[in-house]
């Protein structure tokens, strides 16, 4: 399938990763940050439930949980506002 939209986006974006750092500027670092988070509140879950209980992992997991969700958004509505123009200086 050389020549499909996939492919080449697929292509564009492991060069990005590959060439130190590409990747970043295109999600951006709120996107990177939130994913972290995210990521980070899922290992909490899996070491809590099939390794060993940690004691106050429930505040730990919802507050990584939160913390990647609401960078996500953040990031979304910036890009959202800035593709429309609003709050840009003159």
């Known amino acids: ?9 697929t292509a564009g974006g492991m060069a990005g990763v ?31 439930r099939f390794h060993q209980p940690l004691p106050g992992a429930a505040f730990a997991i919802i507050l990584t949980y939160w913390a990647g969700q609401a960078l996500f958004a953040v990031t979304a509505i910036k890009r959202s506002m800035q593709a429309a123009g609003i709050g840009q200086k003159a």
Not at 1 to 9: N, Q, Y
């Open 18 to 48: 590959a060439d130190g750092g590409g990747a970043v500027g295109r999600c951006g670092a709120g996107t990177l940050a939130g994913a972290l988070l995210f990521g980070f509140s899922d290992f909490l879950i899996g070491i809590h």
């Open 1 to 9: 399938m050389s020549g499909s939209k996939a492919g080449s986006t």
